[in-house]
């Protein structure tokens, strides 16, 4: 439970900053407050809503990420065999499953947790690597952001929690599905996953 609200708050805490940003940290530190704020703002107290809450989170959080590049290596190797529309439809699919399972965890399990920046290293291949820690009242959990510059902005597509990937984490889970099935037997599973999580 530790580790899903770590990455819950590192998905949703990384959020997005002007296309021009220079810095890959700029990219990550003053959102992270706006998102907090959000999370904390007592107008959202009330069950009603929480879909108010859940949007404004989902429209700032949505531009930070460069979900197909996150989708590319979920994927790994047999991002090759989706069609390019295959690979859209499942980059749509994927985001959505990623935005419903971690906003629901981040409104509903969120304690006033604060993030601390500790550095980044800018990287020989041109990605960088952003360190933090989301720190609680009992501990602190390490939290690494790997982004990369799409359309002049940086973009996150990893986020390693106390040493485990995001990406890697659900590779494993996807290379077990096809490895018995196909490309849309796959989308069609996280549609479905997507659908059941609307209707809770």
């Not at 360190?131 to 501990?139: F, L, N, T």
């Amino acid at each position: 439970m530790r580790l899903l609200l770590a990455l819950a708050l590192s998905v949703g805490l990384a959020l997005p900053a002007a296309a021009d940003t220079a810095q890959p940290i700029d990219a990550l530190r003053g959102p992270v407050e706006q998102v907090l704020a959000i999370l904390k703002d007592p107008r959202y107290s009330a069950a009603a809503t929480k879909k108010e809450q859940r949007d404004h989170l989902w429209e700032i959080i949505r531009g930070v990420f460069d979900y197909r590049a996150i989708s590319a290596r979920a994927v790994g190797r047999n991002w090759r065999l989706f069609d390019p529309g295959q690979q859209q439809a499942f980059t749509d699919a994927f985001s959505e499953l990623l935005g419903n399972s971690y906003l629901s965890r981040i409104q509903g399990a969120y304690k006033n947790e604060r993030v601390e920046f500790l550095g980044q290293e800018l990287l020989e291949n041109g990605t960088a690597r952003v360190k933090s820690r989301i720190v609680r009242d009992a501990d602190a959990i390490a939290v690494d952001y790997s982004l990369q510059r799409e359309a002049g902005a940086w973009k996150v597509y990893d986020v390693n929690i106390a040493g485990v990937s995001l990406v890697q984490n659900y590779r494993s889970q996807f290379d077990q599905i096809l490895g018995e099935g196909t490309p849309a037997q796959l989308i069609e599973r996280v549609k479905a996953k997507n659908s059941a999580q609307a209707e809770k």
